[in-house]
């Protein structure tokens, strides 16, 4: 409107020139086109440059962090952890990594991840850079590009062999894991060559299974000759050369560490994941040798019941047979059995026996070795519990022949398991051997010898004392002087010689009378018959007159003799006789006899004992042991405190004896047996004697056996 | 406004026959090409206007989308390595209670240059349309977008700055992402669209409007 007024010309015909469009178009509209393109490039380039995404799940992945816990491989980053999540379940923690194209292809099944964490451990200090740096994932796969793969299950810790890394790897048996820890070093000439893996229960829970590494080419060292053993602490041995330390590097001395060595040469090579028993020192390993290492045959259960205490005896606990180790103790328990309406407690003990050990061959199976034990069983052989360690009073189970056994067999119980029959066992701990010692001086005769030796003595005395006996010397005598005088006598002289004399005249007169008959019709004849009839008359008289006399004398021998008997000689006899018998059932009584050799054997026990003890080695028993050795030796001198005044009165009282025997004449069987049972007697007392003497003198050679 | 109520409307130099010259201010006639005191071009109206500021507007736009997804700092310390976007920059320093800072950054990073968008699509169109301010208000707009747009680059100053300040080798570095590059080239993009607008055109559009 006032534009109209003020602008008078008319309007301009502008009319814009219709220009080609490309002249229309601003060149301005190329930065948009170069940008979209520069950005769909660098979102292109960003994707295509993009890592592979793998999944790896692990137990636990305490300090992984999405976004910011790197994967490395061989200390170089691969890879980033993009997400963090638990698998379905909750069971596992999913990591979500994407890693490096240029490595994604190696990720194959031999792939192996875990998290790198600080490490603290006596071997040095690892994964030091992650107590700044955060955790980080490590893995560990072989240049070879196999299959890829995009899932995997990491590990809870870092594998014990790198991969490629070579070396070979076998299994540890032990019984007790507290010793071994993983990563401990293995030894070889103090060489670390190579480490153990974690420690695992085996299936069956009776051993402990560790793997261990052993570094080429030093396995090569490795055959089934091969022993292990824990070195684990150091050893001090008290020994003939003194005392010997034994430690190993420090590192194994703290967290464990086996051993092996191989030094019998020719075994076989060994292959992956063999067995081998881990033995708990150096020396039983070395003595080992010349049995199997490698038990991979299976061990045969057997069980044993035991009634009595079964202390001393553990898992471990060494079987033997015939002084050979078949086997050990896997387990201990204790279960009630009912018996006709009683209960009573049987300790059971399961034995793992090794067949091969038996003798039967390295393919001897478990059947095989209780068909063999079956055989044996009824042969007589038992289960009995003996003292492995006198000091520690460890128990050992040996399987003996016992020829007087009882008749029994090999029982299965309801699971088919065998269960070998018992017998009484030899357990002589250190106490009960001291006590026995004592218990075997206490039941030394010596009381009942004493008491014998009085006895005897009394009725030595009582004999010696009786007025009977003491009267028949004398009477016995007398009684020979009167049988001497009436022998000598004039009367019994004078007869034989009236009877010459008589005889002699009448031989006289009848050789007259010869005479007087050849000279026939002589008158003188009849005068000289005459006269010789008067002579044998005379003579006949001489003759009645001796003969007159003869009763008499009769008589008196007959009283001589009358007396003789009147003598008691039988009851004297008897006597003595009966002394003679209780003498001989005293020196002939066991206890007697055994005397000397059951206190030797009270000493040799002693002295075993002691030996043991010495040879035993450990300081803290032995004071407890002589302790009980001296208070053996005060009860043994106390005993025979008694033994001397014993042996003087015996001595006396023999030479007493002896003398009333000698008046018996020395020829007789009485005082014969007599005396030599004086003498038995005589050395009794005199060994005694030297016994106690030396006791006496040296109570210490009871300790020291010398 | 004062314009908007004015009884004697304004009018043009393009409607009085002349032309100024948009380098020293120095009107000339209509038909004249060069100014005659500086030497610069003369054109009544930018006939490219218009297509310029959206192409630069589109490539700003363009430049901000990688901005905002790429990181803009990498940080790395001894202890960790983080990378963060703008927007995590933000939510972070909220996190650890920064909030002027973090409504200092929201603002120049995402809402200015936001703004700045939509405040340039909106003149450009409202040069070809009608328009709900007047002519008056929309110059008013105009200025604002031009006076604002070099601080939206704050951001990519304070990673210039760290970048250059914080190299120090394994214990700490922080170099500039991705972002930082798109973010600067989002803001130098917008602000030549701002410049390529002719603000001339607003009151062509006013005219033609009404008739
Ligand atoms: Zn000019």
């Not at chain 1, 007869?495 to 004399?501: I, K, T, Y």
Request: aromatic share 6%.
């Amino acid at each position: 409107m006032t534009d109209n007024q003020t602008i008078q010309p008319a309007p301009l015909d502008v009319r814009p020139v219709k220009r080609p469009i490309w002249q229309r178009i601003s060149v301005v509209w190329l930065v948009p086109v170069l940008a979209l393109v520069v950005s769909l490039g660098v979102a292109y380039s960003s994707y295509a440059n993009q890592g592979t995404l793998i999944e790896i799940s692990f137990e636990n992945a305490s300090g992984v962090t999405a976004d910011e816990t790197v994967i490395k491989y061989r200390d170089v980053t691969v890879g980033r952890v993009e997400k963090v999540e638990f698998a379905e379940g909750l069971t596992d923690v999913l990591v979500h990594v994407r890693v490096d194209k240029t490595v994604a292809p190696y990720l194959d099944d031999d792939a192996q991840f875990w998290v790198v964490r600080p490490d603290v451990s006596v071997r040095g200090i690892t994964g030091l850079d992650t107590v700044l740096g955060g955790v980080y994932i490590d893995g560990s796969w072989d240049t070879e590009a196999d299959v890829a793969q995009y899932e995997f299950v990491g590990l809870e810790s870092p594998p014990q062999t790198r991969v490629g890394q070579r070396g070979t790897v076998v299994s540890l048996r032990a019984s007790d894991g507290s010793a071994l820890s993983q990563g401990a070093p293995i030894l070889h000439k103090g060489i670390t060559v190579g480490n153990l893996g974690t420690p695992q229960l085996s299936f069956n829970g009776n051993d402990v299974i560790v793997d261990a590494f052993i570094q080429s080419p030093y396995d090569q060292r490795i055959t089934s000759n091969t022993r292990f053993w824990d070195t684990s602490g150091f050893s001090l041995r008290l020994g003939a050369g003194g005392v010997s330390l034994d430690v190993n590097s420090i590192a194994s001395l703290i967290e464990g560490g086996i051993a092996f060595d191989t030094v019998v040469s020719g075994g076989a090579p060994v292959r992956d994941s063999q067995v081998f028993d881990l033995f708990f020192d150096e020396g039983t390993a070395r003595s080992s040798l010349f049995s199997s290492p490698t038990q991979n045959a299976e061990v045969l259960n057997i069980d044993v019941l035991f009634d009595s205490s079964v202390r001393g005896l553990s898992a471990g606990s060494e079987v033997r047979f015939q002084g050979i180790r078949i086997g050990t103790v896997t387990d201990l328990s204790a279960f009630v059995v009912t018996d006709q309406q009683e209960q009573a407690v049987r300790l059971r003990t399961n034995l793992a026996i090794e067949p091969s050990r038996l003798g039967l061959g390295p393919d001897a199976t478990p059947e095989d070795a209780l068909a063999f034990l079956d055989g044996l069983v009824a042969d007589g052989l038992r289960a009995r519990m003996i003292t492995g360690n006198i000091l520690s009073g460890s128990l050992q189970v040996e399987l003996v022949q016992v020829a007087t056994a009882p008749p029994a067999v090999l029982t299965r119980d309801a699971d088919g398991k065998g269960i070998i029959p018992t017998t009484k066992s030899e357990i002589t701990d250190v106490a009960a051997t001291a006590e026995d010692v004592l218990e075997r001086i206490n039941d030394l005769p010596i009381e009942e010898l004493m008491s014998g030796a009085i006895s005897m003595m009394d009725s030595f005395e009582r004999l010696a004392n009786d007025e009977d006996l003491r009267a028949v010397p004398s009477s016995v005598s007398a009684l020979l002087d009167e049988a001497r005088n009436l022998v000598g006598g004039e009367d019994i002289q004078a007869v034989p010689a009236d009877l010459r004399a008589a005889v002699s005249e009448m031989r006289d007169t009848i050789a007259g009378l010869n005479t007087v008959i050849t000279g026939a019709n002589d008158a003188e004849i009849v005068q000289s018959l005459a006269a010789t009839i008067e002579t044998a008359n005379t003579a006949v008289a001489n003759i009645e007159e001796a003969t007159r006399n003869l009763p008499a004398i009769t008589a008196r021998i007959e009283d001589l003799t009358d007396k003789l008997f009147a003598i008691e000689i039988e009851g004297m006899v008897d006597a003595a006789t009966q002394t003679l018998n209780s003498i001989d059932v005293l020196i002939g009584s066991d206890a007697t006899a055994d005397l000397p050799a059951s206190l030797s054997a009270a000493l040799d026990e002693v002295r075993l004992f002691l030996s043991e003890v010495r040879a035993g080695g450990a300081i803290e028993n032995v004071n407890s042991a002589l302790a009980s050795a001296s208070a053996a030796a005060q009860a043994v001198e106390t005993s025979v405190e008694g033994l001397p005044a014993l042996s003087a009165r015996a001595s006396r009282l023999v030479s007493e004896t002896e003398a009333v025997i000698q008046s018996y004449g020395e020829r007789s069987r009485f005082s014969a047996e007599t005396l030599g049972t004086l003498r038995d007697i005589q050395s009794a007392a005199d060994a005694v004697t030297n016994l106690a003497r030396t006791i006496q003198r040296n109570p210490s050679s009871l300790l020291t056996g010398r | 406004m004062a314009g908007s109520g004015t009884a004697s409307p304004l009018i043009t130099a393009r409607e009085a026959g002349l032309v100024a010259c948009q380098r020293c201010g120095r009107v000339h006639d209509r038909a004249t090409a060069v100014c005659v005191r500086c030497g610069g071009g003369l054109r009544s109206r930018d006939d490219t206007s218009t297509q310029r500021v959206w192409a630069w507007l589109i490539a700003g736009i363009i430049a901000f989308i990688p901005a905002n997804i790429y990181p803009m700092l990498l940080t790395n310390t001894l202890v960790e390595h983080s990378e963060s976007t703008i927007i995590e920059g933000v939510f972070e320093l909220i996190h650890h209670g920064s909030f002027g800072i973090a409504t200092i950054v929201f603002v120049a990073s995402i809402v200015i240059p936001l703004g700045k968008f939509m405040a340039v699509a909106y003149l450009a169109i409202s040069v070809q349309r009608r328009s709900a301010l007047n002519q008056h208000q929309r110059h008013r707009l105009f200025e604002v977008v031009e006076f604002i747009g070099r601080w939206s680059m704050i951001d990519v100053f304070v990673v210039a700055i760290l970048s250059a300040l914080v190299q120090l080798d394994s214990l700490a570095t922080i170099n500039p992402g991705i972002a930082a590059f798109s973010f600067a080239l989002s803001v130098v993009f917008t602000m030549l669209s701002a410049q390529s607008f002719d603000a001339r055109l607003i009151w062509d559009a006013d005219r033609k409007s009404p008739q």
